[in-house]
């Protein structure tokens, strides 16, 4: 049974960084991508980045472009999530996805999910 369990999560002040890590436990085959989504209260969920596994390619949704790095240890079984320059606006549940299909990775319908970790950024 795959899980995903995030971490990393807490209270930095505009300006500041942190590194969230999300482990996968009960996997078998590669994923075809892995993902961070956050959601804020009131708003949708929103794509962060993604990792395409097979072609070790990333992609960033615009708001975190420049600021925001996605990386894998495949040793440690681990995603990563580096956040610089942090905003107020960047507060948020982030989340860690995994999907095998193709499809499930071109249309953010990804098929596992972690449990989630809050950010909070303050001014």
């Known amino acids: 049974q795959v899980q995903l369990v995030e971490s990393g999560g807490g209270s930095v002040q505009a300006g500041g960084s942190l590194r969230l890590s999300c482990v996968v436990f009960?996997?078998?085959?590669?994923?075809?991508?892995m993902g961070w989504f956050r959601q804020a209260p009131g708003k949708e969920r929103e794509r962060v980045a993604t990792?395409?596994?097979?072609?070790?390619?990333?992609d960033y949704g615009d708001s975190v472009k420049g600021r925001f790095t996605i990386s894998r240890d495949n040793a440690r079984n681990t995603l990563y999530l580096q956040m610089n320059s942090l905003k107020p606006e960047d507060t948020a549940i982030y989340y860690c996805?995994?999907?095998?299909?193709?499809?499930?990775?071109?249309?953010?319908?990804?098929?596992?999910w972690g449990q989630g970790t809050q950010v909070t950024v303050s001014s």
């Open positions: 009960g996997y078998t085959n590669d994923f075809y991508c």
């Open positions: 990792f395409l596994v097979g072609e070790g390619t990333t």
């Open positions: 996805a995994a999907a095998y299909a193709n499809w499930r990775c071109t249309t953010n319908n990804y098929y596992y």
